[in-house]
């Protein structure tokens, strides 16, 4: 049985590899629910909303803890009341397991 993917640790990737295939990336979407696959498959992204300042900026601290232990950062913009996150493997420019992997804590840090 495979690892589940809020389960797993990112991994170093400094180029040279083969981003996801757009069949891969559809697959491991759906593990990651809330999230979409952008239309050139090179990266996922998902708009999360709050009630408040407080609470997205609350959000946003959290996922730069989980940046930052994955080694792994996404791109986003924050408003009074949402985050707007993207995830790509920049070194490939596409994307790699480790944008869905943060995906998943992403998400995790939504369940109450």
């Known amino acids: 049985m495979s690892q589940n993917l809020e389960q797993k ?3 170093p990737c400094e180029g040279g590899t083969t981003p996801l295939s757009a069949e891969r990336a559809t697959e491991l979407l759906q ?3 809330g999230w979409q696959l952008a239309p050139e498959a090179n990266r996922i992204y998902r708009r999360f909303e709050f009630k408040g300042f407080y609470k997205t900026i ?3 601290n959290a996922m730069a803890w989980v ?3 994955q ?3 996404p791109d986003f913009e924050g408003g009074y009341n949402f985050c707007l996150v993207n995830f790509t493997t920049h070194a490939i420019d596409g994307l790699s397991e ?3 992997i943060c995906a998943a804590k992403l998400n995790a840090l939504m369940d109450d």
Do not use: R, Y
């Open 67 to 69: 940046a930052n232990q």
């Open 71 to 73: 080694g792994h950062h």
């Open 31 to 33: 593990q990651v629910p």
């Open 98 to 100: 480790n944008d869905f």
């Open 58 to 60: 609350a959000f946003i």
């Open 9 to 11: 640790k990112c991994v």
